[in-house]
């Protein structure tokens, strides 16, 4: 079965870190390029970064440069996502995509909640 399935969500304080993961299967996962998306309350999709199958290529969205860190392990199958200096605008589901950017009816997991709250 093709699946995306992401982990590692929490509720944390201000100022504090979370890493991301996501498990992919049922396809060649090297040969993708990946992405993270977030969701807040009542909000549309809002793309993160994405990263190039072999991991040469990464892009962030100005709102999550400096503080996001993408990275993958071809070997595990995992994309990542490295949460620093979460501020409360960050809570949203977060969601892993296949494919470098927001598209209609791509393959994305069930998404994990992170919460910023003191």
């Known amino acids: 079965e093709v699946q995306l399935v992401e982990s590692g969500g929490g509720l944390v304080q201000p100022g504090e870190s979370l890493r991301l993961s996501c498990a992919a299967s049922g396809f060649t996962f090297s040969t993708y390029s990946m992405s993270w998306v977030r969701q807040a309350p009542g909000k549309g999709l809002e793309w993160l970064s994405a990263?190039?199958?072999?991991?040469?290529?990464?892009y962030y969205a100005d709102s999550v440069k400096g503080r996001f860190t993408i990275s993958r392990d071809n070997a595990k199958n995992t994309l990542y996502l490295q949460l620093n200096s979460l501020k409360s605008e960050d809570t949203a589901m977060y969601y892993c995509?296949?494919?470098?950017?927001?598209?209609?009816?791509?393959?994305r997991g069930q998404g994990t909640q992170v919460t910023v709250s003191s």
């Open positions: 990263i190039s199958g072999g991991g040469g290529l990464i």
């Open positions: 995509a296949r494919g470098p950017t927001l598209e209609v009816g791509q393959l």
